[in-house]
């Protein structure tokens, strides 16, 4: 898995100090799983709220400190740490921040990170974060999800319920507009395997073109869900909506009630 030697010491200390108020997300849990396509350069940890953030860097940082490990803040204000740990010549940059609890599933405990977010909610995030922000790891991350996990035509759907105002439309003019690759930009990131930028681009653009194509068919009543089967799992990719339940978000997430008829 695309999960360092390092990261692996790390999260096998501060794993332990998880809990559904304080959970690893970002890069690094959508990038835990075996195929996944690239480690990422730091930890995130969100939490529900600033205080939460406060109480959990306080005790993983004591749990660090007593593994040997040497700590320096960089970032210390009300709902967000940032701080890279050291130890034998190796850093990791660990993330500590609040994060709304409007979410669709509720986190998931993980042998590895103790907690992490759902790969729903991860997916979710992920495209919120490719509409706000120009970084090729998010379109490495984005083709992964897609791919693997969840359309994106489904996963504009969806993000579109965790930031009300946002339709798809305006995500996939974003998505376009911050889809900006270069081969300078590609060798910043540690990929498991070597990736050309200007396949990358292609890939990404027909990624987008099909979005568009599919997000024409969804139901328009609703905007915001994500649609899930008698298994209650969200699938890749569907054509039809007829035998799907629609699920939305709610605070701390949920899982869904299926209908029987």
């Known amino acids: 898995m695309p999960i360092d030697e390092f990261q692996l010491l790390v999260l096998s200390i501060i794993g332990r100090n998880r809990n559904p ?24 940890l969100f939490h529900a709220s600033a205080e939460a953030v406060q109480s959990s860097f ?15 803040v960089n970032v210390n204000q009300p709902g967000f740490i940032t701080a890279v740990i050291t130890k034998s010549g190796e850093s990791l940059k660990l993330d500590w921040a609040s994060d709304s609890s409007f979410r669709f599933f509720p986190v ?36 992964y999800l897609h791919e693997h996990v969840m359309s994106l035509a489904f996963t504009i759907w969806a ?15 974003q998505l376009r507009r911050n889809s900006r690759i270069s ?26 073109d099909t979005a568009e194509s599919a997000l024409l068919n969804f139901p328009a009543e609703h905007l915001g869900c994500v649609f899930v089967d008698d298994q209650k799992q969200v699938p890749r990719e569907v054509t039809s909506f007829s035998h799907l339940t ?11 009630a299926i209908r029987t008829s």
């Open 21 to 44: 108020n304080s959970y690893v997300a970002g890069g690094s849990a959508i990038n835990s799983a075996d195929n996944t396509p690239r480690f990422s350069n730091d930890l995130d």
């Open 58 to 72: 306080a005790i993983d940082q004591k749990s660090l400190v007593q593994e040997g490990f040497t700590l320096k």
């Open 108 to 143: 998931e405990t993980d042998p590895l990170m103790g907690y992490r977010l759902h790969i729903v909610d991860l997916a979710t995030n992920k495209c919120l974060a490719l509409a706000g922000r120009s970084e090729v790891r998010d379109i490495i991350d984005g083709l």
């Open 159 to 173: 993000a579109c319920g965790k930031d009300p105002g946002l339709t798809p439309d305006f995500i996939l003019t």
């Open 183 to 208: 081969p300078e930009s590609l060798a910043l990131e540690r990929t498991v395997r070597p990736v050309d930028a200007v396949q990358l681009k292609r890939d990404w653009t027909a990624c987008l």
């Open 246 to 256: 629609p699920h939305h978000g709610s605070v701390g997430g949920a899982w869904p």
